[in-house]
Nanobody, 114 residues
Framework: VQLQASGGGLVQPGGSLRLSCAASGSFFSINRMGWYRQAPGKQRDLVASVTSGGNTDYIDAVKGRFTISRDNAKNMVYLQMNNLKPEDTAVYYC?????????WGQGTQVTVQR
């Protein structure tokens, strides 16, 4: 199973991006999914997660700015990121929650700068 993240880019502070992640059907439907990020020189950390039923959880740093969602019919999980800050700059990945090493994809780069 590969989890392909996409939608990253370069954005100014205060801007928005929407990340997308595609997963296979049988895998997707039974798993809690998460978005993770890794900034240069730092470890990879969970940002947000969503259960198969749509219950969500966020780290404090992104609460009120990021929204995780999933479309079970399309086997997709999304991360809407608003009011982006320079400290949000990182490579963003999707994985199950808790993360499993075999499902890490290449991630998508998000850069927030003027």
């Amino acid at each position: 199973v590969q989890l392909q993240a996409s939608g990253g880019g370069l954005v100014q502070p205060g801007g928005s991006l929407r990340l997308s992640c595609a997963a296979s059907g049988s895998f997707f439907s039974i798993n809690r999914m998460g978005w993770y990020r890794q900034a240069p020189g730092k470890q990879r950390d969970l940002v947000a997660s969503v259960t198969s039923g749509g219950n969500t959880d966020y780290i404090d740093a992104v609460k009120g700015r990021f929204t995780i969602s999933r479309d079970n019919a399309k086997n997709m999980v999304y991360l809407q990121m608003n009011n982006l800050k320079p400290e949000d700059t990182a490579v963003y990945y999707c994985n199950i929650f808790p993360a499993h090493r075999v499902y890490w994809g290449q991630g998508t780069q998000v850069t927030v700068q003027r």
